[in-house]
């Protein structure tokens, strides 16, 4: 899932070097990961970011994110939680049982860690981010749908200059940022969960276990033709057009652990099987990674001697047709979702 707005976790002098950088072909985030490594996405290279307040929501159901568990021999347990990449105030600790198992963890499983990572991450987008010389945007997206996305997104003369020659993977990514509700709704990285639990695991000195390598991010995003990602930035800007800002209805869904609407939400977004624009990027960023990361996994898990794994993947991988938890089942590894009432 995208960013909604950026956050300002680095120096402004670092930011102007990082837009500099992105606008230069030389992307330093992507979407999750690469999020999570420097704050937030290159929205704030057009306008300056919100600083979250203490805003925290109304919320009507229980914060109980989607996780699964389960019991393997010898008393080992494996726990996998369905994550956000960025967050807001009150995220964690996490709630009640899973907070208690989180803190008996013995080792963190994570997609991949972006900080440590970085470096090789903006070398892998580095031939990416930008389209063919000669070629822009206005030669795979109909001038009608170009020009209600910059009116939708309030992008100027001199921010079309700098997007119309990016691939559409990459602006539909960074570049669609409907406005919020509230501006005390806007994510940072810093309170995400991945950023906590990495600085948590760091400090107790547990291992963390990366289950995908930095190319599998690259491929995630950007490894379907120019004419699909164009298919792309259409589907994503008609739902923000109906729906609005992507964010509170991912929010709303992940935090109470609604398995269906956070379901309905991927098949919107990131398709499906029958999905008549996004069945390849449904096939690139989830089921393929699915199916390697269930390998990783397991692999690691007995490799590692740990007898109470955490991992923490995005939410989306853990919802839908073929997801991670289905995958793993496939491989006789069988988990059951997570009993927030006594933590089994």
Not at 223 to 228: D, F, G, H, V
Not at 286 to 300: K, N, W
Request: with cysteine.
């Amino acid at each position: 899932m995208h960013a909604v707005t950026g956050v300002r976790l680095v120096s402004k002098p670092q930011r102007r070097s990082i837009c500099k950088a992105a606008a230069a072909a030389l992307t330093p985030l992507s979407w999750g990961a690469l999020g999570s490594a420097l704050g937030g996405s290159l929205v704030g290279c057009a306008t300056d970011p919100v600083k979250p307040g203490s805003f925290t929501g109304a919320w009507s159901s229980p914060y109980r994110p989607l996780a699964f568990q389960a019991l393997l021999d010898e008393g080992r347990e494996l726990t996998v939680l369905g994550g956000l990449h960025s967050g807001l105030p009150g995220f964690y600790p996490l709630p009640g049982a899973l907070h208690n198992i989180w803190l008996r963890a013995d080792a963190l499983m994570i997609e991949i860690d972006a900080q440590a990572r970085h470096a090789a991450l903006v070398e892998a987008f580095r031939p990416v981010v930008r389209l063919p010389e000669g070629m822009t945007l206005e030669q795979l997206i109909p001038d009608p749908l170009i020009a209600q996305a910059r009116a939708l997104f309030g992008w100027s003369e001199a921010r079309w200059a700098e997007l119309r020659i990016m691939q559409p993977w990459w602006v539909a990514n960074f570049a669609f940022t409907a406005p919020l509700p509230d501006k005390r709704w806007s994510p940072t990285a810093e309170q995400g969960l991945e950023r906590i639990m990495l600085g948590e695991a760091r400090k107790r000195t547990i291992p963390v276990l990366e289950l995908e390598p930095p190319i599998a991010q690259v491929q995630a995003l950007s490894s379907r033709p120019l004419a699909e990602q164009g298919d792309q930035f259409v589907a994503w800007l008609r739902d923000i057009q109906r729906y609005g800002a992507m964010w509170p209805q991912l929010l709303d869904a992940w935090r109470s652990g609604d398995a269906g609407a956070l379901a309905q939400l991927k098949a919107r977004w990131w398709g499906h099987p029958d999905h008549p624009m996004l069945r390849a990027l449904h096939e690139s960023a989830f089921v393929e990674r699915d199916q390697a990361m269930a390998r990783s996994l397991i692999e690691q898990m007995w490799l590692v001697p740990a007898r109470r794994p955490f991992a923490l993947v995005g939410a989306f991988h853990l919802v839908g047709p073929n997801n991670l938890i289905e995958q793993l089942a496939a491989s006789g590894l069988l988990l059951r979702p997570l009993n927030y009432n006594t933590g089994l």
